[in-house]
């Protein structure tokens, strides 16, 4: 069980690597380290390849174009910037952290159905996190998913009209290589 603290350790370093490269703010780089190990430490290496395939592209997606005005704008009109804080890696990773914290006490024939619930709780939080840093940059205006009133890009809960949506094609890169054959 030793191993358990080598890979929280590890976790840190891709937090502390995270927040040098402006990704994660303090709060969020401390997170990304309780759900990075917890995944990696109790689900091992296969799910720590997804959630790191998430995240890398997710701050790559952040950096991409973010001298357009229109990311710029939204980045200050949310307050949420290019950094992630605490309570996004928590809302992206969260329920993936418990499927995998999960697999230890109901390994057998449920590890399957863990997996592919993490993969798509992923999957999930990619589509959403790609579709705000991608979605900021349309020219179309988004519309609020309760009310369908046009909105400012990058509000909370609002959806893009499809087609064209990019979350399908941008989940699908989280989970096909995941499909059970």
């Known amino acids: 069980m030793q191993w358990i ?3 929280y350790i590890l976790a840190g370093l891709v937090g502390y690597a995270g ?4 990704a994660l703010s303090p709060s969020g780089a401390i997170a990304a380290c309780v ?3 917890t995944i990696f430490g109790l689900g091992g290496l296969a799910w720590a390849t997804v959630l790191i395939a998430f995240f890398a592209s997710s701050s790559f997606l952040s950096f991409f174009k973010a001298s357009d005005s229109r990311k710029i704008e939204a ?3 949310f307050e949420k910037g290019g950094r ?3 309570a996004q890696v928590i809302a992206n990773g969260g329920v993936a952290a418990a499927l995998a914290a999960l697999s230890i ?6 590890l399957p159905h863990l997996f592919a619930g993490f993969v798509g709780a992923l999957a ?8 705000t840093e991608i979605g900021v940059l349309s020219k179309a205006r988004p519309r609020m998913i309760t009310t369908w009133k046009i909105v400012d890009a990058g509000t909370s809960g609002a959806v893009m009209p499809s087609p064209p949506s990019p979350t399908n094609p941008l989940s699908d890169t989280i989970s096909l290589p995941h499909r059970p054959t």
């Open 105 to 110: 006490p109901l390994e057998g024939a449920a």
């Open 19 to 22: 927040y040098r490269a402006k």
């Open 124 to 131: 999930a939080a990619t589509a959403d996190t790609w579709a």
């Open 5 to 7: 603290f080598g890979v």
């Open 75 to 77: 980045s200050q009109t």
């Open 35 to 37: 759900v990075g190990g």
């Open 84 to 86: 992630r804080d605490a």
